[in-house]
Nanobody, 128 residues
Framework: QVQLVESGGGLVQAGASLRLSCAAS????????MGWFRQAPGKEREFVAG????????HYGDSVKGRFTSSRDNAKNTVYLQMDSLKPEDTAVYYC?????????????????????WGQGTQVTVSS
């Protein structure tokens, strides 16, 4: 089992930055690929970013490329999502997710059904 707890959400103005954190406990964190998803009201959950278990590779959704950066600190069992140049359309509940597989060192899942564990989510609201 893996427990995930997100933090760092809030209300900001357009153009501002936020950094989300996701603290993990349970299974060995360094064996998990980690993903960030978001879900706005009335919309499906959307892949935002992901990082391999070692942190050597990242991948981003088209809508956040160049503005968001995902990283991890395996010594702290924490993954981060740095969000810059925020836009009102970034408003959503943000979730972190964890996936364990043998290929986690180089494969980043992008579908919700590929992830085994989810956090409770943190609200990000960007005002115009």
């Amino acid at each position: 089992q893996v427990q995930l707890v997100e933090s760092g959400g809030g209300l900001v103005q357009a153009g501002a930055s936020l950094r989300l954190s996701c603290a993990a406990s349970g299974r060995t964190f360094s064996s998990l690929a980690m993903g960030w998803f978001r879900q706005a009201p009335g919309k499906e959950r959307e892949f935002v970013a992901g990082v391999t278990s070692t942190g050597s590779r990242t991948h981003y959704g088209d809508s956040v490329k160049g503005r968001f950066t995902s990283s991890r600190d395996n010594a702290k069992n924490t993954v981060y999502l740095q969000m810059d140049s925020l836009k009102p359309e970034d408003t959503a509940v943000y979730y972190c997710a964890a996936d364990y597989r043998l290929s986690s060192r180089y494969y980043i899942p992008q579908r919700t059904d590929e992830y085994d564990y989810w956090g409770q989510g943190t609200q990000v609201t960007v005002s115009s």
